[in-house]
């Protein structure tokens, strides 16, 4: 079967951005069906085209893959009202798509929450099967962060939360948070399934010093010195001072064998470096961001992985991150600052160190704790190696999220079959 997959920040792993939607279509490929991706120009991200723009799209194969791009830029550092025109612009052109395409399923995943609107127009006007994917909860999360605060804009995007789930034939969450928020809309759970972020093993795999770039030498870093890695978003979800206050504290109690890096961008970038040279710390570091391809070699190179968020309550089981998953597939040990599922994850599998949320002297004593006992750093090290060889492996996972899609549609024709046809049907 063909599906019409929308995600507006789709990228493949020359991009620096998250490549879910990238191995699902993949995978899709392998199991024998075809798939045209519908996205926007991602700051972060590459879709693999490179013609120019022609009436505000272009469109050519990547990988197997039919890339609709548009020609929507888009920067996580962007302005809140700038980056919610794109996310309309978006939406506005992915309904025509909706229309005008070939297609057996619609398929949409978050963010932004816009991306369930082509699934509600192709559901009720085209008698179109749409499966909806939730990465992060939306209205709940920028609630939760002061974000947006205008009541107006909550009860719209409440309303489109609502009409999406609803409208969905079936609905995919990423973590055990977003299904009960699902849940709690309404939709009975056997239609909906919880399809974690995956491990990118094979990516992953051989991953060594003699193989990749020598990060460690053109950084200057000491082979002895512990280099613990953040790779991801610099924004106001990410709490990202608590490195910085761990910066602070190790410098305090003299510990300049421990280096602590942040690859990436955003918009708090340029305030934390600022804070940072302020602070006069050298054991803080920031890098640009870098594809996943290249980020095999950093991680093969660093001793531990840094998961950070702010300890915001909806944070603890309502995110699925793709960083967490890197860090496993590189074989690194975890250091999580907020609870919920990914902590218990980690102290359950003994993966890290979850932490003690909002305390820099928790955070510190981890670190140290990691320097000083490296042989224990290590065993952690080959069980998070082992823990994303298995039951979050993303082929896997891939597997259970294909065949969820197409059984659903599936099951979707059989009852369209012995139904009476819908009222406000327009065709194929």
């Given at each position: 079967?063909?599906?019409?997959?929308?995600?507006?920040?789709?990228?493949?792993?020359?991009g620096?951005?998250?490549?879910?939607?990238?191995?699902?279509?993949?995978?899709l490929?392998?199991?024998?069906?075809?798939?045209?991706?519908?996205?926007g120009?991602?700051?972060?991200?590459k879709?693999?085209?490179?013609?120019?723009?022609?009436?505000?799209?272009?469109?050519?194969?990547v990988?197997?893959?039919?890339?609709?791009?548009f020609?929507?830029?888009?920067?996580n550092?962007d302005?809140?009202?700038?980056?919610?025109?794109?996310f309309?612009?978006?939406?506005?052109?992915?309904?025509?798509?909706?229309?005008?395409e070939?297609?057996?399923?619609?398929f949409?995943?978050?963010?932004?929450?816009?991306?369930?609107?082509?699934g509600?127009?192709?559901?009720?006007?085209?008698?179109?099967?749409?499966?909806?994917?939730?990465?992060?909860?939306?209205?709940?999360?920028?609630?939760?962060?002061?974000?947006?605060?205008?009541?107006?804009?909550?009860?719209?995007?409440?309303v489109?939360?609502?009409?999406?789930?609803?409208?969905?034939?079936?609905?995919?969450?990423?973590?055990?948070?977003?299904?009960?928020?699902?849940?709690r809309?309404?939709?009975?759970?056997?239609?909906i399934?919880?399809?974690?972020?995956?491990?990118?093993?094979?990516?992953?795999?051989?991953?060594?010093?003699?193989?990749?770039?020598?990060?460690?030498?053109?950084?200057?870093?000491?082979?002895?010195?512990?280099?613990?890695?953040?790779?991801?978003?610099?924004?106001?979800?990410?709490g990202?001072?608590?490195?910085?206050?761990?910066?602070?504290?190790?410098?305090?109690?003299?510990?300049?064998?421990?280096?602590?890096?942040?690859?990436?961008?955003?918009?708090?970038?340029?305030q934390?470096?600022?804070?940072?040279?302020?602070?006069?710390?050298?054991?803080?570091?920031f890098?640009?961001?870098?594809?996943?391809?290249?980020?095999?070699?950093?991680?093969?190179?660093?001793?531990?992985?840094?998961?950070?968020?702010?300890?915001?309550?909806?944070?603890?089981?309502?995110?699925?991150?793709?960083?967490?998953f890197?860090?496993?597939?590189?074989?690194l040990?975890?250091?999580?600052?907020?609870?919920g599922?990914?902590?218990?994850?980690?102290?359950?599998?003994?993966?890290?160190?979850?932490?003690?949320?909002?305390?820099?002297a928790?955070?510190?004593?981890?670190?140290?704790?990691?320097a000083?006992?490296?042989?224990?750093?290590?065993?952690?090290?080959?069980?998070?190696k082992?823990?994303a060889?298995?039951?979050?492996?993303?082929?896997?996972?891939?597997?259970?999220?294909?065949?969820?899609?197409?059984?659903g549609?599936?099951?979707?024709?059989?009852?369209?079959?012995?139904?009476?046809?819908?009222?406000?049907?327009?065709?194929?």
């Open positions: 079967m063909h599906i019409l997959y929308f995600h507006q920040h789709f990228s493949t792993p020359d620096a951005a998250g490549t879910r939607s990238y191995e699902m279509a993949r995978r490929l392998r199991e024998g069906h075809s798939v045209t991706m519908v996205c120009s991602y700051a972060q991200g879709t693999g085209l490179t013609t120019p723009f022609g009436k505000g799209f272009r469109r050519g194969f990988d197997g893959i039919d890339v609709i791009e020609d929507l830029q888009y920067a550092e302005s809140f009202a700038r980056r919610s025109g794109v309309i612009k978006f939406a506005l052109a992915s309904i025509r798509l909706a229309f005008s070939k297609y057996d399923v619609l949409a995943t978050t963010t932004p929450l816009t991306a369930g609107i082509p509600i127009f192709a559901k009720w006007l085209r008698g179109k099967p749409f499966v909806f994917e939730v990465r992060d909860l939306w209205p709940e999360l920028p609630r939760a962060m002061g974000v947006i605060t205008n009541p107006f804009v909550l009860k719209a995007m409440s489109l939360e609502w009409a999406s789930y609803r409208s969905a034939t079936r609905c995919i969450g990423l973590s055990p948070g977003i299904v009960d928020g699902i849940a809309r309404g939709v009975d759970r056997s239609r399934a919880m399809i974690a972020n995956g491990c990118d093993v094979d990516l992953f795999a051989g991953t060594s010093s003699d193989t990749k770039e020598d990060f460690r030498r053109d950084l200057a870093i000491p082979d002895d010195q512990l280099l613990a890695v953040y790779c991801g978003t610099h924004g106001l979800a990410n990202l001072d608590a490195v910085i206050d761990a910066g602070i504290e190790l410098r305090n109690r003299g510990r300049d064998d421990i280096l602590l890096i942040l690859v990436g961008k955003g918009q708090k970038k340029a934390l470096m600022e804070r940072a040279k302020a602070e006069n710390l050298n054991n803080v570091r890098l640009d961001p870098i594809s996943k391809t290249r980020l095999t070699g950093l991680l093969a190179q660093a001793d531990l992985g840094l998961q950070i968020l702010r300890n915001i309550p909806e944070f603890a089981y309502g995110t699925s991150p793709n960083k967490f890197d860090y496993l597939s590189a074989g040990p975890v250091l999580n600052n907020y609870p599922w990914l902590a218990d994850m980690i102290g359950e599998q003994k993966l890290g160190f979850a932490i003690e949320a909002d305390s820099p928790a955070f510190a004593d981890a670190l140290e704790k990691a000083n006992d490296r042989a224990a750093l290590k065993q952690m090290g080959q069980r998070a082992t823990f060889c298995g039951p979050m492996n993303r082929e896997h996972l891939s597997k259970q999220w294909v065949d969820w899609v197409t059984e549609v599936v099951h979707s024709r059989e009852r369209h079959a012995s139904a009476p046809p819908p009222a406000i049907s327009v065709g194929s």
